[in-house]
Protein backbone atom coordinates (compact mmCIF):
# COMPACT_ATOMS: atom_id res chain seq x y z
CA UNK A 1 0.00 0.00 0.00
CA UNK A 2 0.67 3.80 -0.31
CA UNK A 3 1.85 5.77 3.12
CA UNK A 4 2.58 9.07 3.23
CA UNK A 5 6.11 9.11 5.45
CA UNK A 6 8.51 11.29 7.19
CA UNK A 7 11.58 9.24 5.92
CA UNK A 8 14.04 10.42 7.56
CA UNK A 9 15.34 13.31 10.22
CA UNK A 10 15.62 17.00 8.68
CA UNK A 11 13.64 18.94 6.81
CA UNK A 12 11.68 17.81 4.37
CA UNK A 13 11.87 14.45 3.77
CA UNK A 14 8.19 13.47 3.68
CA UNK A 15 7.08 11.32 0.42
CA UNK A 16 4.87 8.94 -0.88
CA UNK A 17 5.76 5.56 -0.54
CA UNK A 18 4.80 1.88 -0.95
CA UNK A 19 4.81 0.12 2.46
CA UNK A 20 3.13 -3.58 3.78
CA UNK A 21 0.13 -3.90 5.60
CA UNK A 22 0.84 -3.57 9.03
CA UNK A 23 0.57 -7.00 11.13
CA UNK A 24 -1.27 -6.53 14.03
CA UNK A 25 -0.43 -8.01 17.46
CA UNK A 26 -3.28 -10.30 19.49
CA UNK A 27 -4.31 -6.87 20.83
CA UNK A 28 -4.43 -4.70 18.04
CA UNK A 29 -7.15 -3.67 15.74
CA UNK A 30 -6.23 -2.74 11.69
CA UNK A 31 -8.33 -0.09 10.55
CA UNK A 32 -9.28 0.72 7.23
CA UNK A 33 -8.66 4.64 7.11
CA UNK A 34 -11.66 6.31 5.80
CA UNK A 35 -10.58 9.62 6.32
CA UNK A 36 -7.64 11.44 7.49
CA UNK A 37 -7.07 15.54 8.09
CA UNK A 38 -4.17 17.18 7.83
CA UNK A 39 -2.97 19.01 11.21
CA UNK A 40 -0.34 21.94 12.10
CA UNK A 41 1.70 19.37 13.98
CA UNK A 42 2.05 17.50 10.31
CA UNK A 43 3.28 20.60 8.71
CA UNK A 44 6.13 21.17 11.70
CA UNK A 45 7.15 17.98 11.22
CA UNK A 46 7.83 18.36 7.64
CA UNK A 47 9.88 21.45 8.61
CA UNK A 48 11.46 19.74 11.17
CA UNK A 49 9.95 21.62 13.81
CA UNK A 50 8.12 19.26 15.65
CA UNK A 51 9.07 15.85 17.90
CA UNK A 52 8.69 12.70 15.80
CA UNK A 53 10.71 9.35 15.10
CA UNK A 54 11.50 8.84 11.49
CA UNK A 55 11.25 6.46 9.70
CA UNK A 56 7.00 7.11 10.55
CA UNK A 57 3.33 6.93 8.78
CA UNK A 58 1.97 10.69 9.63
CA UNK A 59 -1.37 11.54 10.18
CA UNK A 60 -3.23 11.17 13.66
CA UNK A 61 -6.52 12.98 13.21
CA UNK A 62 -8.59 10.00 11.19
CA UNK A 63 -11.45 7.90 11.31
CA UNK A 64 -12.01 4.60 9.64
CA UNK A 65 -13.82 0.91 9.97
CA UNK A 66 -11.75 -2.36 11.51
CA UNK A 67 -10.52 -4.40 9.15
CA UNK A 68 -9.36 -7.01 11.29
CA UNK A 69 -9.29 -8.47 14.84
CA UNK A 70 -6.37 -9.46 17.19
CA UNK A 71 -7.06 -13.05 19.48
CA UNK A 72 -7.05 -11.15 22.12
CA UNK A 73 -9.41 -7.92 21.00
CA UNK A 74 -12.86 -8.00 22.57
CA UNK A 75 -14.38 -4.79 22.25
CA UNK A 76 -13.62 -4.38 18.83
CA UNK A 77 -15.34 -6.80 15.68
CA UNK A 78 -14.74 -6.53 12.01
CA UNK A 79 -17.12 -3.40 10.72
CA UNK A 80 -16.91 -1.39 13.83
CA UNK A 81 -16.81 2.30 12.84
CA UNK A 82 -13.76 3.26 14.93
CA UNK A 83 -11.41 6.50 15.74
CA UNK A 84 -8.69 6.24 18.77
CA UNK A 85 -6.92 8.40 21.09
CA UNK A 86 -3.22 8.77 19.29
CA UNK A 87 -0.96 8.53 22.83
CA UNK A 88 -0.21 4.72 22.98
CA UNK A 89 2.19 3.04 25.16
CA UNK A 90 4.64 2.47 22.52
CA UNK A 91 4.19 5.87 21.01
CA UNK A 92 2.21 9.05 19.68
CA UNK A 93 -0.27 7.41 16.05
CA UNK A 94 1.82 9.57 13.23
CA UNK A 95 4.47 10.79 15.45
CA UNK A 96 6.91 8.33 16.74
CA UNK A 97 4.44 5.63 15.01
CA UNK A 98 2.55 4.64 12.35
CA UNK A 99 -0.50 6.91 11.63
CA UNK A 100 -3.44 7.04 9.18
CA UNK A 101 -2.27 8.89 5.77
CA UNK A 102 -2.39 5.25 4.53
CA UNK A 103 -4.66 2.57 3.42
CA UNK A 104 -4.54 0.81 7.08
CA UNK A 105 -3.23 1.44 10.38
CA UNK A 106 -2.51 -1.11 13.22
CA UNK A 107 -4.30 0.62 16.74
CA UNK A 108 -4.21 -1.17 20.39
CA UNK A 109 -7.81 -2.22 21.16
CA UNK A 110 -7.86 0.03 24.69
CA UNK A 111 -7.08 3.11 22.69
CA UNK A 112 -10.46 2.48 20.06
CA UNK A 113 -13.89 4.24 20.32
CA UNK A 114 -16.80 3.04 18.17
CA UNK A 115 -18.86 6.07 16.88
CA UNK A 116 -22.57 5.81 16.06
CA UNK A 117 -24.22 5.01 12.26
CA UNK A 118 -25.46 8.38 13.40
CA UNK A 119 -22.36 10.46 12.88
CA UNK A 120 -20.72 10.64 9.17
CA UNK A 121 -17.24 9.07 9.54
CA UNK A 122 -16.14 12.25 7.51
CA UNK A 123 -17.36 14.48 10.34
CA UNK A 124 -15.63 11.14 13.31
CA UNK A 125 -12.32 11.99 11.87
CA UNK A 126 -12.55 15.24 13.59
CA UNK A 127 -12.65 13.67 16.55
CA UNK A 128 -9.02 14.52 18.15
CA UNK A 129 -9.61 18.32 17.11
CA UNK A 130 -12.71 18.09 19.46
CA UNK A 131 -11.44 16.43 22.34
CA UNK A 132 -8.77 18.78 22.82
CA UNK A 133 -11.27 21.91 22.38
CA UNK A 134 -13.77 20.29 25.00
CA UNK A 135 -10.55 19.52 27.24
CA UNK A 136 -9.26 22.99 27.25
CA UNK A 137 -13.12 24.22 27.25
CA UNK A 138 -14.74 22.25 29.81
CA UNK A 139 -11.64 20.56 31.68
CA UNK A 140 -8.79 22.88 31.97
CA UNK A 141 -11.00 25.49 32.37
CA UNK A 142 -14.73 25.51 32.58
CA UNK A 143 -16.84 28.01 30.46
CA UNK A 144 -19.92 29.05 31.95
CA UNK A 145 -23.82 29.45 30.73
CA UNK A 146 -24.27 33.97 30.01
CA UNK A 147 -20.39 33.96 29.48
CA UNK A 148 -19.11 36.41 26.66
CA UNK A 149 -16.35 34.37 24.37
CA UNK A 150 -13.75 35.22 22.76
CA UNK A 151 -12.25 32.52 20.44
CA UNK A 152 -9.03 33.81 18.34
CA UNK A 153 -8.29 32.22 15.13
CA UNK A 154 -10.75 30.78 12.62
CA UNK A 155 -8.65 27.73 12.06
CA UNK A 156 -10.84 24.00 12.16
CA UNK A 157 -9.76 24.12 16.18
CA UNK A 158 -11.52 27.82 16.50
CA UNK A 159 -14.17 26.94 14.53
CA UNK A 160 -14.79 24.17 16.64
CA UNK A 161 -14.48 26.18 19.55
CA UNK A 162 -17.26 28.44 18.69
CA UNK A 163 -19.69 25.35 18.30
CA UNK A 164 -18.78 24.40 21.38
CA UNK A 165 -19.39 27.62 23.73
CA UNK A 166 -22.47 28.45 22.21
CA UNK A 167 -23.71 24.15 23.58
CA UNK A 168 -22.67 25.35 26.35
CA UNK A 169 -24.33 28.48 26.69
CA UNK A 170 -22.42 31.43 25.91
CA UNK A 171 -24.12 34.68 25.75
CA UNK A 172 -22.28 35.88 22.73
CA UNK A 173 -19.30 34.34 20.66
CA UNK A 174 -16.95 36.96 18.86
CA UNK A 175 -14.31 35.56 16.51
CA UNK A 176 -11.57 37.26 15.67
CA UNK A 177 -9.45 36.48 12.22
CA UNK A 178 -7.09 38.38 10.03
CA UNK A 179 -9.13 40.34 7.21
CA UNK A 180 -7.55 37.58 5.00
CA UNK A 181 -9.43 35.29 6.86
CA UNK A 182 -12.77 36.06 5.42
CA UNK A 183 -13.69 33.07 4.05
CA UNK A 184 -12.78 31.50 7.60
CA UNK A 185 -14.58 33.97 9.20
CA UNK A 186 -17.87 33.72 7.29
CA UNK A 187 -17.91 30.33 8.29
CA UNK A 188 -17.49 31.13 11.77
CA UNK A 189 -20.77 33.06 11.13
CA UNK A 190 -22.51 30.52 10.21
CA UNK A 191 -21.88 27.70 12.88
CA UNK A 192 -22.57 30.39 15.36
CA UNK A 193 -20.50 33.36 15.98
CA UNK A 194 -22.52 36.43 16.99
CA UNK A 195 -19.55 38.46 16.21
CA UNK A 196 -16.50 38.84 13.50
CA UNK A 197 -13.79 40.74 14.29
CA UNK A 198 -10.54 41.89 12.98
CA UNK A 199 -6.98 41.28 14.24
CA UNK A 200 -5.48 44.41 12.52
CA UNK A 201 -8.91 46.35 14.16
CA UNK A 202 -7.98 46.50 17.47
CA UNK A 203 -10.74 43.40 18.76
CA UNK A 204 -9.79 44.16 22.43
CA UNK A 205 -11.54 47.42 22.25
CA UNK A 206 -14.93 46.02 20.25
CA UNK A 207 -14.91 43.14 22.75
CA UNK A 208 -15.45 45.78 26.00
CA UNK A 209 -17.51 47.83 23.58
CA UNK A 210 -20.18 44.76 23.12
CA UNK A 211 -19.50 43.46 26.50
CA UNK A 212 -20.51 46.56 28.67
CA UNK A 213 -16.86 48.22 29.17
CA UNK A 214 -15.87 44.82 30.56
CA UNK A 215 -13.32 42.14 28.65
CA UNK A 216 -14.26 38.70 27.60
CA UNK A 217 -15.45 36.04 30.08
CA UNK A 218 -14.00 33.51 28.33
CA UNK A 219 -10.91 33.60 25.70
CA UNK A 220 -9.85 30.52 23.61
CA UNK A 221 -7.07 31.24 21.90
CA UNK A 222 -6.47 29.06 18.44
CA UNK A 223 -4.14 31.15 16.18
CA UNK A 224 -0.99 30.03 17.44
CA UNK A 225 0.38 33.21 17.00
CA UNK A 226 2.40 35.33 19.46
CA UNK A 227 1.52 38.47 18.26
Excluded at 72 to 83: L, S
Excluded at 88 to 109: K, Q
Excluded at 161 to 175: D, E, N, P, S, Y
Aim: net charge negative.
Amino acid sequence: MLALRKTKSGVGNVELVEVDVPEIKDDEVLMKVWAAAICGSDLLIQEDKHFYKAPVTLGHEYSGIADKVGSRVTKIKPGDRIVSDIETRDGWLGVTRDGAYAAYMAIPEDQIYVYPESVSLDHACFTEQLVGIIHCMQERSHIRAGDFVVVVGPGPMGLLGVQFAKLRGARAVALIGLKSNENRLKIGKKVGADYILYSEEHPEDAVRDLNNGKGADFILECSASEK
